[in-house]
């Protein structure tokens, strides 16, 4: 653009400011959140166990897991094998490592957590109006270069995402149906576990089909959307789950930690599940 | 009655720094007040920039506790009395003197914005029809009464002295006006690509927060933007199917 020599103020140090409130709370409580949750993921991950109840006839699948790709033969694996036939046999192998890339893409490349987290790992800004380390100055390339320019890939990641959302929809209405006593058939049921995955994949949609992607993709590359009800309809929606993005982003990813480990503690005996019906 | 003390930066150039005013602060007032009454009661000199006092020219800006706010919203009963309130002049332009900034580099780059371009009239007597709904998207943008709170907040600016390569919020969601007109047929995502340099953004939105008018410049203006940015020249699926599209 059109600029003259602009005699700006000197460049402010890292978390030099003038501001008198916690300003410090917000990343902080980012950086341990995500902290927390990158943990508990990849350690839950590695175990590559306990993640299938199917005491008393539930079907709960952890959502860590899900689709179950590989597995072991009664577990609802979608290929008949428990691990791939070219994974190196020197290397543990878990079904989650499979999947756990889609989701923790669509994440990573997401418009809220990008803003949040080069906020709470990078200092870029550690807040607004505080300052940020001095080193960096008029070095900063943003996402206009290599390598977060790659951040634009985020609509690429959307369509899977969009996939694992379904496949977890999929997985609550199996949570709906319980093996019989008998052994023969099923019948409809839900316990707690039904409830904990079904509010899961519903969290996880509002969070996935709320995103400034889909925003973009559904009606928001159009400058008119007069005499196009239906896609009116459906911006209208995801503008509405977009408005609260950051709230669906945090309550998803605490639920779909939570859902992993319910289902986990239940494998372990430590309580049982609740049949509610 | 009580009393508050005021730390206002004073003076222009390397002699410029902090000095303390203590005046009264009765009920109601707002911190642009406040400054009128030292300017009254303390320090005949002391310059600041104001119009309206209604929060509608966007004159008074200034970082008050370090928070970019106009200094006619904020009122006195929404601050610490009990310790001295912080007012400086914006951290992202020139400073001129005491609380005066010199803005006038967002007017240079608003200029070199390619101007709205309508398409041919609808009807013969030179108008054109849209509806309501097109225009509505549209609308919240044009509430900005360009105080460039926005711009002072923004990191890119503030901290990365970034203004030769980069438009700022303020004119991404004056672009974003132009560009999701319904009229319009104008291209500016290459200027905002380049000459704009929105990749620089990393939406912090800090600019949302600060915008007195609550215009949402992040969500509903740089990152729609962003996107398509991203449709016109960094993705290749988006750019095949857009042969097949007929005209927006």
Redesign the interface.
Same mark, same amino acid.
């Given at each position: 653009m059109s600029h003259a020599d602009l005699r700006l103020p000197q460049v402010q140090k890292l978390g030099q400011t003038s501001r008198t409130d916690v300003w410090w709370l917000q990343p902080l409580v980012v950086l341990l959140g995500l902290s927390a949750f990158g943990v508990y993921a990849t350690w839950a991950a590695f175990q590559a166990r306990d993640y299938f109840y199917h005491t008393g006839g539930a079907h709960y699948l952890s959502p860590f897991y899900s689709p179950l790709l590989y597995g072991a033969p009664h577990e609802p694996r979608w290929i008949d094998a428990t691990l791939p036939s070219w994974w190196p046999s020197w290397m543990p192998f878990s079904a989650a490592f499979l999947i756990l890339a889609g989701p923790g893409a669509m994440r990573f490349t997401c418009y809220y957590y990008r803003g949040a987290y080069y906020k709470a790992f990078w200092a870029d800004p550690i807040s607004c109006s505080v300052g940020e380390p001095k080193f960096r100055g008029e070095k900063y390339r943003g996402e206009y270069r290599l390598p977060l320019i790659l951040q634009n890939i985020h609509r690429y990641v959307f369509y899977p995402a969009a996939a694992f959302v379904i496949v977890l929809f999929y997985d609550a209405f199996r949570a709906m149906w319980f093996t019989r006593p008998d052994g023969n058939g099923t019948e409809f049921g839900v316990g707690v576990g039904t409830l904990v995955l079904l509010l899961n994949a519903t969290l996880l949609g509002g969070y996935t089909f709320g995103c400034h992607c889909a925003r973009h993709q559904i009606g928001g590359y159009l400058d008119r959307m007069a005499g196009r009800p239906i896609r009116t309809a459906c911006y209208t929606c995801v503008s509405w789950l977009n408005k609260r993005h950051m709230g669906w982003a945090w309550v998803s990813l605490v639920w779909v930690g939570w859902s992993d480990a319910y289902v986990r503690l239940l494998c372990k005996g430590v309580f049982t599940d609740f049949r509610i019906f | 009655m009580a009393q508050a003390t005021f730390r206002i930066w004073k003076g222009q150039g390397d002699s410029a720094g902090f000095k303390d005013f203590v005046t009264d602060a009765t009920v109601g007032m707002v911190v642009l007040d406040a400054v009128h009454q030292i300017q009254a009661e303390s320090d005949p000199t002391l310059a600041c920039r104001w119009n309206c006092k209604a929060g509608k020219c966007g004159s008074c800006s200034a970082?008050i506790? &370090?928070? +970019?706010r106009l200094m006619c919203m904020t009122r006195l009963d929404q601050l610490?009395l009990t /310790?001295p309130v912080?007012i400086?002049p914006m951290?992202? !332009? +020139? $400073?001129v003197r005491d609380l005066v900034t010199d803005v006038s580099?967002n007017f240079? /780059?608003k200029? *070199? =914005?390619k101007p709205f371009k309508p398409r041919k009239p609808d009807a013969p007597d030179g108008t054109w029809r849209i509806?309501q709904?097109?225009v509505e998207r549209v609308q919240e943008f044009r509430k900005c009464i360009e105080c460039f709170l926005c711009q002072? /907040?923004c #990191? /890119?600016l503030? %901290? #990365? #002295?970034? $203004?030769?390569e !980069? *438009?700022g919020p303020r $004119?991404f969601v004056y672009t974003a006006a132009l560009?999701? $007109? +319904?009229l %319009?047929t104008e291209n500016r995502l290459g200027q905002m690509k380049d *000459? &704009? &340099?929105i &990749?620089?953004?990393?939406?912090?939105?800090?600019c949302t927060?600060?915008c007195p008018e609550h215009i949402t410049i992040?969500?509903n203006a740089i =990152?729609?933007l962003k996107?398509?940015v991203?449709?016109e020249y960094? %993705?290749p699926i988006?750019r095949f199917f857009k042969i097949f599209k007929t005209n927006?």
């Open positions: - | 970082e506790n &370090g928070n +970019p610490d /310790v912080i400086e951290k992202s !332009f +020139p $400073h580099w240079r /780059v200029k *070199a =914005i509806q709904q097109d002072d /907040v #990191h /890119v503030r %901290d #990365h #002295h970034k $203004h030769p !980069f *438009a $004119h560009e999701m $007109h +319904p %319009d *000459a &704009g &340099g &990749g620089y953004c990393n939406i912090t939105k800090c927060k600060v992040t969500d =990152i729609p996107e398509r991203t449709d960094y %993705d988006t927006q």
